[in-house]
């Protein structure tokens, strides 16, 4: 199983980014699939949620509105569309699901400064 996050990097308060997750050694169209965020010093939180076949997705509070979670099980991967970024959205991001155990990816980082 693996799973792997692009299109992070550093972008300017009010600003949008692509996160993509690339999923492969386990079908991904079956799996309810995460983004998390952690920053140093704080839990991780969960930010956005989404079904199989993608017709029901959560949000953290602190995200709703302006990050919106897509998929594409053509392609197995995974999205994270974030606009209006805020400084407080600094974080490595990483995609996760559970296959017995909860999975993760290496994470990217995405930061949002001037």
């Known amino acids: 199983v693996r799973l792997v996050e692009s299109g992070g990097g550093l972008v300017q308060p009010g600003g949008s980014l692509r996160l993509s997750c690339a999923a492969s050694?386990?079908?991904?169209?079956?799996?309810?699939m995460s983004w998390y965020r952690q920053t140093p010093g704080k839990e991780r939180e969960l930010v956005a949620t989404i079904s199989s076949a993608g017709g029901r997705r959560d949000y953290a509070d602190s995200v709703k509105g302006r990050f919106t979670i897509f998929r594409d099980n053509e392609k197995n991967t995974l999205y994270l569309q974030m606009n209006s970024l805020k400084p407080e959205d600094t974080a490595v991001y990483h995609c996760s699901t559970v296959r017995v155990i909860r999975l993760w990816g290496q994470g990217i980082q995405v930061t949002v400064s001037s």
């Open positions: 050694g386990f079908t991904f169209s079956s799996a309810v």
